[in-house]
């Protein structure tokens, strides 16, 4: 599976402390296939946030290697990595971190201007992608008039805005009530399969990681199947 959209390979992740090196990914092997959503469930402090950050390119590996459409990225230049994290992959925080100065149209937009596309370009796929969200009416509301969950639905449509091939969320719907999570996770869900998006999302919600294609977990460093609590 060269050629999937993300693979990695015996990954290894070591941070120095006051008491010594800590390692936390010992030989993590994971391959994600396009249209292909995984949920990554897991205790606090096990790795979870390193992984994500690993898959994105915001860190390197200290051992192993992470593939992006089958080309080694650990060796690539910072701006080779950030061109990488532009075009072909979408983050999704717990937070949704919109930039309160800007519109939900705008903080769409934005990210598309960056990559190269022109502005009235941008602002078409913006509002696209708001009303596939269900936002159509809110595309010129500033993130304070918008709702936690508004606001979560406008923070996964700028994450797709560059059509990545690779989706990664961090708790997505982690600060939403049930009915606005379920919600979210539904367009989100939509969102993959509907457009062959390969998606890792780190959740603590189980009932949404049973609706995925598979779940993993970690265990003393690596990646492996989970199953206790889940079934």
Do not use: C, W
């Not at 009416?137 to 700028?158: D, T, W």
Request: charged share 25%; glycine share 10%; hydrophobic share 45%.
């Amino acid at each position: 599976m060269s050629d999937a959209p993300l693979r990695l390979a015996a990954v290894e992740r070591r941070f120095k402390t006051e008491a010594g090196e800590l390692p936390v990914l010992r030989g993590a092997e994971l391959t994600l296939a396009a249209g292909e959503i995984v949920a990554l469930v897991a205790p606090s402090g096990t790795g979870k946030s390193t992984l994500l950050h690993l898959a994105g390119l915001l860190e390197k590996p200290d051992a192993g290697e992470v593939f992006v459409e089958g080309r080694a990225a650990g060796s690539l230049s910072d701006d080779a990595r950030t061109a990488i994290r532009r075009n072909t992959i979408g983050f999704v925080y717990q937070f949704h971190h919109l930039l309160p100065e800007f519109t939900a149209e705008e903080n769409i937009a934005l990210p598309q201007m960056a990559a190269g596309i022109a502005r009235g370009a941008a602002g078409v796929r913006a509002r696209e992608l708001l009303a596939a969200f269900g936002l159509t009416g809110r595309e010129s509301h500033r993130p304070g008039k918008l709702s936690g969950g508004e606001q979560q639905r406008v923070a996964i449509a700028r994450a797709l805005a560059n059509r990545p091939r690779i989706l990664l969320a961090d708790e997505p719907t982690g600060n939403l009530d049930v009915g606005t999570s379920d919600r979210v996770f539904n367009e989100l869900l939509e969102q993959v399969r509907g457009h062959g998006v390969a998606a890792l999302v780190a959740t603590h919600n189980p009932d949404l990681a049973r609706r995925m294609d598979r779940i993993v977990t970690l265990a003393d460093g690596r990646i492996v199947p989970a199953g206790i609590g889940l079934s």
